[in-house]
C-alpha cells in the first residue's frame, strides 16, 4: 500500500461547481495534514493545513478522518482558476510524504 | 516571489555530461531539500541539510551529489546521468529540519537526460 494515497483524476468540472478529493495515509501515527497546489510547470504551495476540527478558508474546506485514515479537500464554486493539481502531504516525525496528486480542470 | 530560487530553470544534457543545479533561499532558514518529482508520481526526498550539514540521503544514487557550502546555497551536481533521472528538481528550505512541515518551494529545474 502506497503511504499517501491520491486518485490522479483528471476531475473535469464546470464553474461554480462544488468538487472533493481525499487523500488516504497508510501511518495511523502520522501527525499533521497539509494540501497543497501545484500548477502546471510549477512549484507546490501550500493550500492550507488540515485541523482535526476541519478547517475552512474562503471556498475551500478541509478535513481529516483519522479513524478511516483520510483527509478531504472540498472546494465550492469552482473559478477557472483552481485548475491545478492538488497534492495532500503527511508529515510523520517531520518526515514528509507526498501523493502524486489530484488533477483539476474548471472548464467554462 | 523570490523566497527561493533555482536556477536553471531548464537543462537539457546528454548522459555524459557533467552539469550542476543551484539553488538559493533568502528566507534566513538553515534547512534545505532536494526533491525529484517525476510525472504522475509523489515528490520523492533526496537530501537534507540542517545547518548545513547532511542529515538524511535517501538511497540516491551516486550521480546526484550534493553540496551546501552555507546555509543560504544548496547545489546538486550531477554526472553521467540516465534517462530516468529525468524530472523536476525542487529545491525547499525550512527555518530548520524540526519544522520541515512549514517549507517552502522553489521554481525548480526541469531537466531532460538524452
Known amino acids: 500500500r502506497k503511504e499517501v494515497e491520491q486518485d490522479p483524476g483528471p476531475f473535469n468540472v464546470p464553474e461554480g461547481a462544488t468538487v472533493a478529493f481525499n487523500c488516504t495515509y497508510s501511518?495511523?501515527?502520522?501527525?499533521?495534514f497539509f494540501w497543497y497546489r501545484q500548477d502546471c510547470r510549477k512549484e507546490p504551495k501550500l493550500l492550507m493545513s488540515?485541523?482535526?476540527s476541519g478547517n475552512e478558508d474562503g471556498r475551500f474546506t478541509a478535513q481529516l478522518n483519522r479513524a478511516s485514515q483520510y483527509i478531504s479537500l472540498l472546494i465550492r464554486d469552482s473559478k477557472l482558476s483552481d485548475s491545478a493539481t492538488y497534492l495532500c502531504?503527511?508529515?510523520?516525525?517531520?518526515?514528509?510524504?507526498f501523493g502524486a496528486g489530484t488533477r483539476l480542470t474548471v472548464k467554462p | 516571489e523570490t523566497g527561493v530560487t533555482q536556477t536553471p530553470r531548464h537543462l537539457v544534457m546528454g548522459m555524459t555530461n557533467k552539469k550542476s543545479l543551484k539553488c538559493e533561499q533568502h528566507l534566513g532558514h538553515n534547512a534545505m531539500y532536494w526533491y525529484k518529482q517525476s510525472a504522475k508520481k509523489p515528490l520523492e526526498l533526496m537530501f537534507v541539510y540542517n545547518f548545513k550539514e547532511q542529515t538524511e540521503n535517501n538511497s540516491v544514487p551516486s550521480r546526484f551529489s550534493p553540496e551546501c557550502p552555507n546555509s543560504s546555497h544548496l547545489f546538486l551536481h550531477l554526472h553521467t546521468l540516465q534517462p530516468e533521472d529525468s524530472a523536476l528538481y525542487l529545491c525547499a528550505s525550512s527555518q530548520t529540519r524540526a519544522e520541515m512541515d512549514t517549507q517552502y518551494f522553489g521554481p525548480g529545474t526541469r531537466l531532460t537526460v538524452l
Open positions: 488540515v485541523y482535526s
Open positions: 502531504a503527511v508529515n510523520l516525525n517531520n518526515d514528509m510524504r
Open positions: 501511518n495511523s501515527a502520522s501527525q499533521s
